[in-house]
């Protein structure tokens, strides 16, 4: 188990209440997972291999300590995948298998998934003005401001457009004004990345939700449905559902032998460090270990790790009241958690991942 300090953050960020009412060079040196070592539940099943404790010879005496702590902490449903089969799907606090909880922004990273696709199919490139695709005078912007900003500023948080609006989920043109020049500053504004929806609308000539399902969620078996929550574009879901987007970007966009993001650049840009202004975080994917990182509701640099605990080529989703989808190539690993607030109410990371991680550490080690 790794040993490390957390970093001050998060003793701040534990006192902080969210400020918002929201309804990621290589990952690692080490070996990518083998698709021939990858299980894939069918398509359209409920049919998903498992696999024990006992086999895989972790700490059968930490099991139950983490299941003490997830439900403490307000967890509906958690579930480990080991080369892509179930070692643990818990369900807490009255939750059901079947029930459909919100991803938050931990569903960002289905956005840049689906932007990864319709690139791919040379629908759009990310190098393009949002323009190409919003529109002319979709923010209060001059002219050549608003060609300055590119999709992928959209996708690295670095449009530069006012955060200090009073409703940093607002996509209406009013709240959307200068601020910085786009790629001179990195905050986590989620009216901007909310604008990627109507991006990818446009391009594809077709509703977000249509090209998604076909494209994506449809493809691996998913279930669930994005609902307009005020400005927010929120993904409902079962566990496993996460859990399956998880295994796709675990095989780098391949289910099985489907080839769904076959654009291994674009995979690559995602899941790594995006631009130079925080290490960890690629395209709307959170990075762990990197040496400093910005949160949301910050506008400073932090030293340290993500997760200190956690595995230095982790990869992750993190949404509001702490729904969180890692993913660790090193070790073949899927982790999800969805629940209520753990105690926090932030927006993405918290100190609950590096509890959580203790606890993971504790069994799997």
């Not at 400020?19 to 398509?43: G, M």
């Not at 059901?96 to 931990?106: G, L, M, V």
């Not at 919003?134 to 457009?161: D, P, R, V, Y």
């Not at 956690?310 to 509001?320: Q, S, T, V």
């Amino acid at each position: 188990m790794k040993t490390k300090t957390i970093p001050f953050l998060f003793l701040l960020l534990s006192t902080m209440l969210s400020c918002s009412d929201e309804t990621e060079e290589v990952i690692s040196e080490e070996p990518n997972p083998n698709q021939d070592e990858l299980y894939f539940p069918p398509i359209n099943s409920e049919e998903w291999e498992n696999t024990s404790i006992l086999d895989l010879e972790w700490n059968i005496n930490a099991e139950q300590p983490l299941y003490d702590f997830l439900e403490e902490k307000n967890t509906k449903a958690f579930i480990i995948l080991k080369n892509g089969k179930i070692v643990i799907e818990k369900y807490f606090n009255g939750a059901a298998s079947s029930d459909n909880n919100p991803w938050y922004s931990a569903g960002k990273t289905l956005t840049a998934f689906t932007i990864g696709v319709a690139q791919q199919d040379d629908l759009l490139s990310i190098n393009e003005p949002s323009n190409t695709y919003l529109g002319t005078q979709w923010a209060n912007l001059t002219a050549s401001q608003e060609q300055s900003i590119t999709i992928k500023n959209h996708l690295t948080m670095t449009t530069g457009l006012d955060y200090t609006v009073s409703n940093q989920n607002c996509t209406d043109f009013e709240c959307l004004t200068y601020l910085n020049q786009p790629g001179n500053f990195w905050y986590y504004h989620n009216a901007t990345y909310t604008l990627l929806t109507d991006i990818i609308a446009q391009a594809t000539n077709t509703d977000y939700n249509t090209y998604f399902n076909n494209s994506v969620k449809n493809k691996i078996g998913m279930n669930g449905s994005w609902i307009r929550l005020g400005f927010a574009h929120i993904y409902y879901s079962t566990a496993r559902s996460m859990a399956r987007f998880g295994l796709l970007n675990l095989n780098k966009g391949t289910w099985g032998d489907n080839q769904i993001l076959t654009d291994q650049s674009y995979f690559t840009e995602m899941t790594t460090t995006s631009q130079n202004l925080n290490e960890s975080y690629g395209y709307l994917w959170w990075l762990n270990g990197k040496s400093s990182f910005r949160a949301p509701a910050f506008e400073n640099q932090f030293p340290g790790e993500l997760i200190p605990d956690a595995p230095d080529d982790l990869i992750a989703g993190l949404g509001k009241d702490d729904q969180k989808l890692y993913v660790v190539p090193s070790q073949n690993l899927v982790i999800v958690r969805m629940g209520n607030d753990s105690g926090e109410s932030l927006l993405g990371p918290s100190s609950f991942d590096n509890d959580l991680w203790i606890k993971i550490n504790e069994l799997i080690n």
